[in-house]
């Protein structure tokens, strides 16, 4: 079955760095375009960024734009988010999520399978 599984959350202070991982199986990774959703309490889940199934394209929340940067490596069916000049506002759970789609999906609902998250905590 397909798994994906998150890592790299952690506490940062507000200007530091993180770089989070998804590390896909059970799927044909270089077939699907994968994102990055993430959910603070009380909030709904929103999408950060997205990248097409080869790479070449890649879409961002404005909220993230020029601090957050998506990437993949399909030989080793992984996905990347390097978040530099973290916020306090980006405090979240981090979702990765994958759909078998050309496109890069930019809603919840357009994709079809979830990891189970890694948490994000950005103190001021």
């Known amino acids: 079955q397909v798994q994906l599984v998150e890592s790299g959350g952690g506490l940062v202070q507000a200007g530091g760095s993180l770089r989070l991982s998804c590390a896909a199986s059970?799927?044909?990774?270089?077939?699907?375009?994968m994102g990055w959703f993430r959910q603070a309490p009380g909030r709904e889940r929103e999408f950060v960024a997205g990248i097409q199934s080869w790479g070449s394209s890649t879409y961002y929340a404005d909220s993230v734009k020029g601090r957050f940067t998506i990437s993949r490596m399909n030989t080793k069916n992984t996905m990347y988010l390097q978040m530099n000049s973290l916020k306090p506002e980006d405090t979240a759970v981090y979702y990765c999520?994958?759909?078998?789609?050309?496109?890069?999906?930019?809603?919840?609902?357009?994709?079809?399978?979830w990891g189970q998250g890694t948490q994000v905590t950005v103190s001021s």
């Open positions: 999520a994958a759909d078998n789609t050309l496109a890069i999906p930019t809603t919840r609902a357009g994709y079809d399978y």
């Open positions: 059970g799927l044909s990774f270089s077939s699907y375009a």
